[in-house]
């Protein structure tokens, strides 16, 4: 953590990861505590919670576990007060949770369209919700979609239409909250390996992803972290309503 006196441009504000537990949401949360933030650590996974914010203590940074269960409105409500209560304010919030199920068109069951729909859409509605009214001029809301809302791949129905609604959100919700000051912007992300979805990988796919990728390799979670904290950063301070590719240019290549 850069607690020695570095340059710490979240110094004073505090920022809300939900899904931080592990993977893009965790290392945003290490790299946000590291530039100076209070992190808000929200999991539904009490462990997770625990670990995470040891992590992020033990490096000297400022953590707060917050194990809510974000898919529903009151509990995205009470981890925005958790934080703010413990902060003294909020200043940005990450709409990171989600749970992911790939089914052929024939196999998806309605349980998994609800419970992907609850963590992976309507959640970040409830985020914006919240987060809009704890927030002042200067707060910043980055969603975190996928390169799977602009382009699908096979069995990807519900995912891929889930994260081109994420898209939407991110663009009414910058005109609805630009007047009051608040930015709205999202990333997508190519594949990154993550605990989360080693499940869906193997040599071979990960091999083509990197064959169909400019810059040569698969992303990291670093990477989507770096980007994330740029549109929470005052260096993004006119941007509202954007999707950043983090993909390595796969998006805009024929490879």
């Not at 931080?20 to 933030?37: K, N």
């Not at 991110?170 to 594949?191: F, H, K």
């Not at 989360?196 to 193997?202: E, I, P, Q, S």
Request: some cysteine; overall charge neutral; charged content about 20%.
């Amino acid at each position: 953590m850069n607690t020695d006196g570095a340059f710490q441009p979240f110094a004073g504000k505090a920022v809300l990861i939900t899904g931080a537990g592990h993977g893009i949401g965790r290392a945003t949360a290490r790299r946000l505590a590291a530039l100076g933030a209070t992190v808000g650590v929200n999991d539904l996974r009490e462990g997770f919670v625990a670990e995470a914010v040891a992590e992020l203590e033990g490096a000297g940074g400022r953590a707060v576990g917050i194990a809510r269960n974000v898919s529903t409105r009151d509990g995205m409500r009470a981890a925005v007060g958790d934080l703010a209560d413990a902060a003294g304010r909020l200043d940005g919030l990450v709409n990171n949770a989600a749970w992911v199920r790939y089914q052929s068109l024939p196999d998806i069951a309605p349980e998994t369209v609800e419970r992907m729909l609850a963590i992976g859409f309507t959640a970040v509605i409830w985020g914006i919700q919240a987060a809009a009214e704890a927030m002042g001029a200067g707060g910043a809301i980055v969603n975190v979609a996928s390169a799977a809302g602009l382009r699908s791949a096979p069995n990807a129905i519900v995912y891929s239409g889930i994260k081109a609604g994420v898209l939407g959100i991110t663009r009414a919700a910058a005109v609805d909250l630009g007047p009051r000051g608040i930015r709205v912007n999202a990333i997508a992300p190519s594949a990154v390996p993550t605990e989360g979805t080693a499940k869906h990988r193997t040599a071979e796919k990960d091999a083509a992803r990197i064959a169909r990728t400019p810059l040569g390799r698969l992303g990291t979670v670093e990477d989507m972290a770096r980007a994330i904290c740029f549109l929470l950063s005052e260096d993004s301070g006119f941007i509202s309503g954007a999707t950043l590719p983090v993909d390595g240019g796969t998006s805009t290549s024929f490879l």
